[in-house]
DNA sequence: GTGGTCTAGACCACG
DNA sequence: GTGGTCTAGACCACA
């Protein structure tokens, strides 16, 4: 599991390690009913303070991607059928995606290319050659 | 211009400002020769603190965005045409594609609508009806 | 008896087991004179380590709830009688109360539903019909 | 606003600040509009460390009890009014209520005192003489 | 001045 | 050993 941060970004530590935690549980890097590493562990790969860590898997606990208990780490819940999404869901699909097309063209980067982008990351997802 | 903060989020107001602006620019909403509002105007639209609002036109003149000089206000500079986009910025915009991605499968929303609110985007973008 | 534990609560594990078992003891679903399940039988029932459930009926014997004796099994006493409540009980009493009309209160639940819910909760205690 | 902090409680000296505050805004204490403490202030006050005054209010601010912006403190939102209670509300006024009567019951209390005292906590959150 | 985040390291509860 | 909480105090962003 190769995650690293950036300290000098603006998004916190905390904040940077959930979103690539969220990325391993979607891709199933770590599968339904493993465990992840442990946050000390984790914390020591990436050179961070272990209570940062625990934060960023406190929070998803709070989102339903993973179950913490003391004492037996930190397991992955079983991932959420496709179906009908929720307004928030979409929404902030949405914000990314226009976030995406206004760097693409403040870059001067085709939005054709922007399309052909998201299908690499949509056929990485499920796994398929690119 | 209808551009809004929201104060409880942990994205700081002078990036969403900043953020939004980008989006002004990108949109053509503001054109290239046209004037931003006053830092002043701006800041008390949104109900924050100027010196908020400066250092996010700081930001956007520092990109090339804007120019800002004494006694002129921010004007907005002419658009990079479409060209061989930077490397930064392809990796910024596939950044953006896959957070949008892992959000779709985390909240059970199928990828090909993601591809089908892509090309919404697109095309709102450009001016295109949707 | 059924009795589940929650393990993404932050209140402990083993609270929650003593504070199930106190409420097993107040319905007298298990009586005067009779064993609460053996320590293991329980804590593989739950799935939690059985040391946890041990600590819980360490508190109840505390209590004065049941009597532990080796080879025997924990044993339920007999019931306190009805009587002049110490400050102590009052209080813990009060305190629960008075959390529960705030909770009321912050989710817009009309007071006086909170009082039928009382003379619910004391009939069940009561075992009569509701 | 007089609230204090047991430190020999094994409910975390967050939580009780958390549910104190709760109590704060449903009692409307501290009105809609106006400000708590800063995090700073009640931390002195209270003989705790700040940032765990401050993981307080941002709970708080999560449940959308207050709103917490930097460099202005923390200002109370407009109540909720009564209403139809959501099942999860109304499912934790009725845990609240059992311990209640559990405790009661446990501690020789007659329940019809207990009837009685939610009498006298919903008088007093509604500001009625007692 | 406000709150937000991070590190450091203590102590505790749980398995 | 696991994670959870607290203190202590640094540094940062915002008003």
Known sequence: MAITVNFDSPVSIEEQ???ALRRVV???EIAHGENL???RQLASDLGVHWTTVARAYRRLATDGLIVVRRGRGATVCAPRSESRASATVRATVRQK???AVTEARLGGMP???VEAALRREVALLKGEPV
Chains 1, 2, 3, 4 share one sequence.
């Open 26 to 28: 979607a891709t199933r």
């Open 97 to 99: 995606l226009m976030e």
């Open 17 to 19: 390690v959930y979103q």
């Open 111 to 113: 939005l054709e290319q």
């Open 37 to 39: 590493p442990t946050v």
